[in-house]
């Protein structure tokens, strides 16, 4: 398995934010974000080969009741399955990190977290710009994971005007529960996010959704392992 880092710390977004988690990132990815905040997995992939057995190994070693599998895109992954049995038989809560464009059924998630691409997720002016759009939007593929799994989606918001293409693609999804949405201000800086918090609450207040704030960047900056 390809892996980009393995580490120990909080989970910064979502249903279990603040919980002590711990962190498998696969490394490679099938879209290139133009905000993507581990170019490291996707625009300049880098990471190491790990056995199955290195990965446990050092898993034992954490005190966190709960993973997380996150990349790049984690379910491009065949080895995902039985890493994902393997921390289900040590009783640890699974979350899935994805943009929901694959689907693995044989992998065992307590959460499927879906963070779709909108088009402010486009690198406009790359050699990806046509592949990354093309692959961005698999509504079979989200219809399967939200019926297989519990789920959340995280829709990452630039601008307000970001929020009429977040109502459009659950317009398709009419089974999405609202109370499941999440908000997540784009930014890698508190200085670029902390502004948009509190329109990003009102907004979602509207609609019967939540706003995720990003706590691993408050409490240590966008820096690798934490």
């Known amino acids: 398995?390809?892996?980009?880092?393995?580490?120990?710390?909080?989970?910064?977004e979502g249903r279990y934010l603040g919980v002590p988690s711990g962190f498998i990132r696969t490394s490679g990815?099938?879209?290139?974000?133009?905000?993507?905040?581990?170019?490291?997995?996707?625009?300049?992939?880098?990471?190491?080969?790990?056995?199955l057995d290195s990965l446990l190994a050092e898993i034992d070693a954490m005190s966190a009741g709960h993973m997380v599998l996150t990349g790049g895109?984690?379910?491009?992954?065949?080895?995902?399955?039985?890493?994902?049995?393997?921390?289900?038989?040590?009783n640890k809560v699974i979350t899935v990190e994805t943009a929901g464009t694959v689907h693995r059924a044989e992998v065992i998630a307590d959460l499927m977290s879906i963070s779709p691409k909108m088009r402010n997720s486009i690198p406009v002016g790359t050699h990806w710009e046509q592949r990354h759009d093309a692959r961005r939007h698999r509504p079979e593929v989200i219809r399967e994971l939200t019926t297989q799994y519990d789920y959340q989606f995280k829709f990452v918001i630039d601008c307000i005007a970001d929020l009429d293409e977040v109502e459009q693609y659950l317009e398709e999804l009419p089974?999405?529960?609202?109370e499941k949405v999440y908000l997540m201000p784009q930014g890698v800086e508190m200085s670029v996010i902390q502004p948009k918090m509190p329109w990003l609450r009102d907004e979602a207040t509207r609609r019967g959704w939540?706003?995720?704030?990003?706590?691993?960047?408050?409490?240590?900056?966008?820096?690798?392992?934490?």
């Open 1 to 12: 398995m390809w892996i980009s880092e393995v580490f120990e710390s909080v989970q910064g």
């Open 73 to 90: 895109e984690p379910l491009l992954t065949p080895d995902l399955i039985p890493l994902s049995r393997e921390l289900k038989d040590r």
């Open 175 to 178: 089974h999405v529960v609202s």
């Open 210 to 226: 939540q706003v995720t704030p990003r706590l691993h960047i408050e409490l240590f900056g966008n820096t690798r392992g934490t």
């Open 29 to 51: 990815c099938n879209l290139r974000c133009v905000f993507c905040d581990t170019p490291y997995t996707s625009w300049k992939p880098e990471g190491e080969e790990r056995s």
